[in-house]
DNA sequence: CGGCGTTTGTTATAGACGATTACAATTGTA
DNA sequence: TACAATTGTAATCGTCTATAACAAACGCCG
């Protein structure tokens, strides 16, 4: 039994720290920069909004999108979580060890798996949802709702161009 | 000797994919996600204009505050990348074994080190500069220089407000 | 001056996460 | 029917980060 069992921390739980009087030079006119302060600032506020649930972002991200789309293969799920097949399987197998996740075979492919959540796993996720969606809404209490929705804009547009080169 | 040595990749490399016909639910109204997925972008985008210089994200951003504040302390710089001080030293480390980085003493202060670029750094570090910056904003042409202003903005009142609870 | 808490750097250790590789089973196709 | 592609799986490796513990140096306070 160890004392200090350490809890899961998200990727850099630590909030990136204003140091006062620090040139920051050209990082803050990048938006390489500024993404990541702000995605830290959600990861921290996501941890203490689902405190004592084991969930990160990407299992949220994989309940939400099992939830929303009841049989889809572990190599999808992988593809949406922008992650490898077997990290793919192990997140799977982390669900189901809690019950929270059934595998069912498909009539039609007797390779893949068909990933649907329990009954169980739907209360879970319901829970969940309603969490992160509080915790999302109140983190961007400080923009209006025309800037909210400004952002996801122009958040979406950036991600979704193709660039050359 | 391997063969394949595996250059370094960026916590999460592959792009995130839109699987199409998938049904995303909640995801795309959250802040969270979309951040995440501008993120990727960036990452990847970061990812092949550094190619074969061996910088990461972090190593890039430790690099300009060093060049911008010679003489900090690794504790300092830990804290503007909100990591701790052990990875910080071992960032350095990195650094000072590519002769890019110097650790030198300081006069009134027995205990910390103060980082400086070499000669060689700044030289790196400028060329360094020149690429992501470019990169940055060949990634946001999708982005009129108003709306790309307007993003920089949102995202820092964004990551700067203090939420309780 | 002397003791004591604090800060800094350092080392060692452990854990989380993802990639890669390889393999078997299955499917689709030439 | 042979062969390429896909899926899940297992084993292994590498990277990054946190934690804990320690020594040296600093600052403060009696």
Redesign the pocket.
């Known amino acids: 039994m160890r004392k200090?069992a350490?809890p899961?921390?998200p990727?850099?739980?630590?909030p990136i720290a204003r140091v006062p009087g620090l040139d920051y030079d050209v990082l803050d006119e990048l938006l390489g920069y500024s993404l990541r302060r702000a995605q830290v600032a959600m990861f921290v506020a996501f941890d203490k909004a689902t405190r004592g649930m084991g969930v990160?972002p990407?299992r949220f991200t994989a309940l939400v999108i099992i939830g929303a789309n009841p049989g889809i293969?572990?190599?999808d799920l992988g593809r949406v979580l922008?992650?490898?097949?077997?990290?793919a399987?192990l997140?799977?197998d982390w669900f189901v060890r809690r019950g929270l996740v059934e595998?069912r075979r498909r009539p039609?492919?007797?390779?893949?798996?068909g990933l649907h959540l329990s009954r169980e796993g739907e209360r879970f996720t319901a829970r969940l949802k309603r969490r992160v969606i509080a915790l999302d809404l109140r983190r961007s209490r400080c923009l209006s709702a025309r800037e909210r929705r400004e952002l996801l804009r122009l958040l979406e547009k950036l991600s979704g161009s193709r660039v050359e080169a």
Chains 1, 2 share one sequence.
């Open positions: 200090h350490a899961y921390r990727r850099a739980l630590t990160t990407p293969s572990q190599t922008g992650i490898a097949r077997s990290g399987m997140l799977a595998r039609n492919d007797g390779r893949a798996w």
